[in-house]
């Protein structure tokens, strides 16, 4: 099984990764369903769903940009980081059932908790795959200096997934806010920052 898994490549499993989050949109998509009617108000009370759709969508976005971004940092596909991201695409291949519930439930307390209860797994599972690659480039200073500043984001959205559990169970829908918040925070600042990626990165990617 070792040698097996040092014969990987990045390629494939970044490909593999490809694949699956493409399936995950897939579903999230088929789980919103038509109203039966053609009244305008049934479709208005489809915006549970929406809502939820949007910012599933938006979270799986942001996981595939910076899962690209993360494994044109990495050396090798050592067993480590193929059991690591592994952990990653179980949680991430969640976020369906738990977007459905959510929209199913109409944002209800319980399918909120659960909603981010998993976004906080794949925090912690995001961070352990970086953590693997990090290992790889320590000698890397220039890499380093990036790697701090993007742990200490993964940590605090961890953190606020954590606060978004307690949330939930009083006001969904602040909680839904603070998801939304955390995307933004992942989203904006590349808007505005065009800067192209470390040498030492390019020349690996």
Not at 4 to 25: H, P, Y
Not at 94 to 123: D, E, N
């Given at each position: 099984m070792a040698q097996a898994e040092s014969a990987f490549s990045k390629a494939r499993v970044e490909a593999f990764s490809d694949g699956v989050l493409a399936v995950i949109i897939t579903i999230m998509v088929l789980d919103l369903k038509a109203?039966?009617?053609d009244d305008f108000a049934a479709l208005v009370r489809l915006w549970p769903s929406f809502a939820i759709y949007l910012v599933s969508f938006a979270f799986v976005a942001i996981y595939w940009i910076n899962h690209h971004a993360i494994m044109m940092a990495a050396r090798q596909a050592t067993a480590s980081l193929i059991w690591a991201n592994n952990a990653?695409?179980?949680?991430?291949?969640?976020?369906?059932?738990?977007t459905a519930y959510v929209g199913a439930t109409h944002i209800s307390p319980l399918a909120t908790m659960v909603y981010a209860a998993l976004q906080f797994?794949?925090?912690?599972?995001?961070?352990l795959t970086y953590s693997t690659i990090v290992a790889q480039r320590r000698d890397d200073a220039e890499f380093m200096a990036a790697a701090r500043?993007?742990?200490m984001q993964n940590r605090a959205a961890i953190a606020v997934y954590g606060?978004?559990?307690?949330?939930?169970?009083v006001?969904?829908?602040?909680?839904?806010?603070l998801f939304v918040a955390v995307a933004v925070a992942y989203v904006v600042p590349g808007l505005f920052n065009e800067a192209p990626l470390p040498r030492s990165a390019r020349s690996e990617g």
């Amino acid at each position: 099984m070792a040698q097996a898994e040092s014969a990987f490549s990045k390629a494939r499993v970044e490909a593999f990764s490809d694949g699956v989050l493409a399936v995950i949109i897939t579903i999230m998509v088929l789980d919103l369903k038509a109203p039966e009617s053609d009244d305008f108000a049934a479709l208005v009370r489809l915006w549970p769903s929406f809502a939820i759709y949007l910012v599933s969508f938006a979270f799986v976005a942001i996981y595939w940009i910076n899962h690209h971004a993360i494994m044109m940092a990495a050396r090798q596909a050592t067993a480590s980081l193929i059991w690591a991201n592994n952990a990653l695409l179980l949680c991430l291949s969640l976020i369906p059932f738990a977007t459905a519930y959510v929209g199913a439930t109409h944002i209800s307390p319980l399918a909120t908790m659960v909603y981010a209860a998993l976004q906080f797994a794949c925090g912690v599972a995001f961070t352990l795959t970086y953590s693997t690659i990090v290992a790889q480039r320590r000698d890397d200073a220039e890499f380093m200096a990036a790697a701090r500043a993007r742990r200490m984001q993964n940590r605090a959205a961890i953190a606020v997934y954590g606060i978004s559990i307690l949330v939930a169970a009083v006001s969904p829908v602040s909680a839904l806010a603070l998801f939304v918040a955390v995307a933004v925070a992942y989203v904006v600042p590349g808007l505005f920052n065009e800067a192209p990626l470390p040498r030492s990165a390019r020349s690996e990617g």
